[in-house]
Nanobody, 122 residues
């Protein structure tokens, strides 16, 4: 399976973006999926995850209340709605599929997307 992200770009602080991650087939429809992000010189960090049925959802404390993750299994797509963006949200965002039906961490990732750049200007 391949994961292809889209929706990244440049936005001003306080603005919004919606990331999409399309899976090439239904292989991951029964797996948890989510998003990580990475900035130069830093480790890739967890952002959000969603179970195979659309729940449970989990968020990093830094994005809770601002980001919302969802999925549409009929379209093999996961979304990340990002609101009230801050310059610290600037990073390459990676979509990921878990080996498990719920729960996603660096250790459980089976497939990565290629990443999409999100830049938030002050």
């Amino acid at each position: 399976v391949q994961l292809v992200e889209s929706g990244g770009g440049l936005v001003q602080a306080g603005g919004s973006l919606r990331l999409s991650c399309a899976a090439s087939d239904r292989t991951v429809s029964n797996n948890a999926m989510g998003w990580f992000r990475q900035t130069p010189g830093k480790e890739r960090e967890f952002v959000a995850s969603v179970g195979w049925r659309g729940s449970p959802t989990n968020y990093a404390s830094s994005v809770k209340g601002r980001f919302t993750i969802s999925r549409d299994n009929a379209k093999n797509t996961v979304f990340l709605e990002m609101n009230s963006l801050e310059p610290n949200d600037t990073a390459v965002y990676y979509c990921a599929a878990s080996r498990h039906s719920t729960g996603l961490s660096i250790q459980t990732v089976s497939t990565w997307g290629q990443g999409t750049q999100v830049t938030v200007s002050p």
